[in-house]
């Protein structure tokens, strides 16, 4: 896999969990507002999101479990931080939801 396509993944990658991410945020904004049905959408959409992200980054794992050299470069080591900084966030609005509710 040639360095420009790995990026393109990363591309995804961030697109899909910083649509999460956004999604998240607004849904702490319901929640503080006592928009719980608006919020629990927000939180389903976020992880339709991060599920799509997981999907790319899925992607490039088996590409690597099969063998194949992937030029990684800075795009790609972005997306995979993104994701997880995402991921936490994610976990974090949960137990903070609980809080709301």
Do not use: P, W
């Not at 608006?38 to 339709?48: F, H, T, V």
């Amino acid at each position: 896999m040639t360095k420009e396509e790995a990026s393109m993944i990363g591309f995804e990658i961030v697109a899909y969990s910083g649509d999460a991410r956004s999604k998240l945020l607004l849904a702490v904004e319901k929640a503080k507002q006592k928009n719980f049905d608006e919020c629990d959408k927000l939180i389903a959409e976020a992880n339709e999101c991060l599920n799509d992200a997981h999907k790319s980054q899925t992607e490039l794992l088996q590409i690597e479990a099969r063998g194949e050299h992937i030029d990684i470069g800075f795009i790609t080591v972005h997306a995979q931080d993104h994701l997880m900084t995402t991921i936490l966030l994610k976990d974090i609005i949960n137990n903070l939801l609980d809080i709301y509710r």
